[in-house]
């Protein structure tokens, strides 16, 4: 990664001795030969006043299914200058943002079957709902997004992104016997495609669905259990989408799965070993090469 001046973008710059800071420690200090300024390289937790450990803690406490105001009492006990659940809000939706900048643009390696599938939200009356896409080889979550209706549109976007993101390996894609699939299918696969029986459209009708949906049923249930606590989503659309982001990351990067022997469904579909024992700041750590 090339350092660049923040104050005036130039690459004419050389290193000039360390800077402490009081939460990111020893931080290399640059000199531009340019504008003759002094800066510090700009960390994916550059201008955080709390530690990369503190903040990197408070996101996998909440995907973890602790809610925003729990870990800030949580922080009150053991840290001396705690954050208010509002920081801690901003935290996973910034950090979960970044994290998929890079996550979502990831090869993947996966089988021949794909399920889709959607969770209904009810908050304060209003519907809405998740929509996803899970590889049956690898479970890893393809694609998915937090929308405010299910029609043909929402479900045609999933399709489309997974079906990039999967580049021609998926032959059958599963769901159930929702109307709006059919036409969605279509219409992100393609028409001919399916009429030549090079994509299957295998419809599980509701009689049949205990035994076959069974692996994005158990997501979704384990999914309803973390996000019981997210209580409506404080704030826009915009962030709850962020935060959904995050447990995708949750689930396809941190979580060991036991289906999978205690991998997880990044381990068999991307080319991503996580290695160390915090792996939301490794995450956050190989988001920042990538930019
Ligand atoms: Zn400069």
């Not at 090869?107 to 009356?125: A, C, F, P, R, S």
């Not at 929509?131 to 549109?153: C, E, H, L, P």
């Not at 001919?192 to 949906?213: A, D, M, P, S, W």
Request: net charge positive; proline share 2%.
């Amino acid at each position: 990664m090339k350092i660049t001046c923040p104050h005036c973008k130039s690459q004419d710059v050389v290193k000039r001795g360390f800077f402490q800071t009081a939460t990111n420690g020893k931080q290399q200090r640059y000199y531009c030969k340019s504008c003759n300024k002094k800066f510090i390289e700009q960390t994916p937790f550059y201008r955080m006043r709390n530690s990369p450990n503190k903040i990197t803690l408070c996101l996998d406490l909440f995907y973890k299914g602790v809610s925003t105001r729990q870990i800030q009492n949580h922080l009150q006990a053991f840290y001396p200058h705690n954050a208010s659940w509002v920081s801690i809000y901003q935290w996973i939706v910034k950090y979960s943002k970044k994290i998929s900048q890079f996550t979502s643009n990831l090869k993947l390696q996966v089988g021949k079957e794909m399920q889709i599938d959607e969770v209904e939200y009810k908050t304060k009356g209003k519907q809405s709902w998740f929509i996803d896409s899970i590889d049956t080889t690898t479970r890893f979550m393809v694609a998915s997004n937090y929308v405010k209706s299910r029609g043909q549109n929402e479900l045609k976007q999933v399709l489309k992104l997974a079906k990039k993101k999967t580049d021609n390996q998926i032959e059958t894609i599963t769901s159930d016997g929702f109307l709006a699939y059919s036409k969605a299918v279509n219409l992100a696969f393609g028409y001919y495609k399916i009429k030549r029986g090079e994509i299957k459209h295998k419809v599980v009708t509701q009689l049949k669905k205990e035994g076959f949906n069974i692996m994005i049923e158990r997501m979704h249930n384990s999914l309803r259990q973390r996000t019981k606590t997210f209580r409506g989503f404080h704030g826009s659309i915009e962030s709850a989408n962020a935060i959904m982001r995050g447990f995708e990351i949750y689930y396809n990067f941190i979580r060991p799965h036991l289906a999978l022997n205690g991998k997880t469904p990044s381990d068999l579909a991307t080319d991503i070993k996580l290695s160390e024992n915090n792996k939301w700041l490794e995450l956050i750590n190989l988001s920042n090469k990538k930019d």
